[in-house]
């Protein structure tokens, strides 16, 4: 709705197993509502928190919390320190994916933490269609 303006959220769904190994299969999102927004990076407050967790209580038991999103409008598709900061003490599971979004540019990438450092996901489904 606000490009200029970062936003975040969590991911919501499944984890599947296949001869590959773990696939992560985003079924929903959360916004961060009440998240702290300062230039450009963005904050999960705890009223943040809350309100995913009531969501994931009421709306989601079935499923569970498997990353974060982020929007960097204009900026383009990277971690930042705070990202960094925000993926390793909150997002820490090994299955656990950072998906950045900008709006203006019409970019996007996931990412994940392997071996202490992150890497992009060369491939992945988005709406039924792989992008590489």
Not at 86 to 95: G, L, Q, T, V
Request: proline share 2%; charged share 25%.
């Amino acid at each position: 709705l606000e490009p200029e303006v970062e936003v975040c959220g969590v991911l919501v769904g499944h984890l599947k197993h296949d001869e590959h190994g773990v696939c992560v299969h985003v079924t929903d999102v959360i916004r961060g509502e009440a998240a702290k927004q300062q230039g450009a990076q963005v904050t999960f407050t705890h009223d943040t928190w809350n309100h995913i967790h009531h969501e994931m209580d009421q709306r989601y038991a079935d499923k569970r919390i498997v990353g974060w999103y982020h929007t960097h409008g204009g900026f383009g598709i990277f971690l930042s320190e705070m990202d960094s900061f925000i993926h390793k003490n909150f997002f820490s599971d090994p299955h656990h994916l950072a998906y950045v979004f900008d709006p203006l540019a019409g970019s996007e990438g996931f990412f994940r933490l392997h071996a202490g450092e992150f890497v992009q996901a060369k491939r992945y489904w988005l709406a039924g269609r792989e992008r590489c």
